[in-house]
């Protein structure tokens, strides 16, 4: 089950620039979609969603923008910090009346100081 | 914020042996979830549950599990007879309603020899 997939294992970014974070998928009728966070040892922790009727959603210094033609998402952290060091899963649900998330496989971030 | 909690946090056991995981979700939450993620692999959906029945549940989620809401706190996820492969790290998500954002608890880590 691919359905929805992140095609970078691993990133690293140097402290205080920007972390850009790719997902795809291939199932039409998701139309909502979030990222986690999860430090080894936690469970995921909500970052942001978005719904499929925007293509862009704001909140601090993490950004969503969801290309719906493509069926590709991104999540952009300005300025990237240390303590965002993690594994980020984006994951997908819908149609409307499913209760499932189905989570990409995860990049894990490294932020250098 | 409130939180999910899950015990045990470890949990070891014999093959062909019973195991229940607990969880406690988040108090006003009406929709609960279990999901399990193998060592190296995604997060995935095993069942969700409403109104005390389960209202979907994935290929995984074969006659060995079941769960139950047994006293209005308390969501519980029951495997009969484990086996090596069930060795994972369960987590309990809740969420106040279908298409909210779901929150997860820290995981059980099961092991099974």
């Known amino acids: 089950d691919q359905q929805v997939k992140q095609n970078s294992p691993s990133l690293s970014v140097q402290e205080g620039r920007i972390s850009i974070l790719n997902c795809d998928y291939t199932?039409?009728?998701?139309?909502?979609f979030l990222w986690y966070k999860k430090y080894p040892a936690e469970g995921p922790t909500f970052l942001i969603s978005?719904?499929?009727?925007?293509d862009k959603n704001e909140d601090g210094r993490f950004t969503v923008f969801l290309n719906k033609s493509a069926k590709h998402l991104s999540l952009h952290i300005v300025p990237s910090q240390p303590g965002d060091s993690a594994v980020y899963f984006c994951?997908?649900?819908?149609?409307?009346?499913?209760?499932?998330?189905?989570f990409g496989t995860g990049t894990r971030l490294k932020v250098l100081a | 914020e409130p939180e999910v909690t899950q015990t045990p946090s470890h949990q070891v056991t014999q093959m062909g042996q019973e195991v229940i995981l607990r969880c406690v979700p988040i108090?006003?939450?009406?929709?609960f979830y279990w999901y399990r993620q193998i060592l190296g692999q995604k997060v995935e959906f095993l069942v969700s549950?409403?109104?005390?029945?389960?209202?979907?549940k994935s290929e995984i989620f074969d006659d060995q599990f079941s769960v139950e809401r047994p006293d209005g706190s308390n969501f519980t996820l029951k495997i009969r007879s484990t086996k090596l492969e069930d060795s994972a790290m369960y987590f309990c998500?809740?969420?106040?309603?279908?298409?909210?954002?779901?929150?997860f608890g820290p995981g059980t880590r099961l092991t099974v020899t």
């Open positions: 199932n039409s009728m998701f139309d909502y």
């Open positions: 108090s006003n939450h009406l929709y």
């Open positions: 994951a997908a649900s819908g149609p409307s009346g499913t209760y499932k998330y189905i």
């Open positions: 998500a809740s969420s106040p309603g279908t298409g909210e954002r779901q929150y």
């Open positions: 978005i719904s499929s009727i925007k």
């Open positions: 549950f409403y109104n005390n029945e389960i209202s979907e």
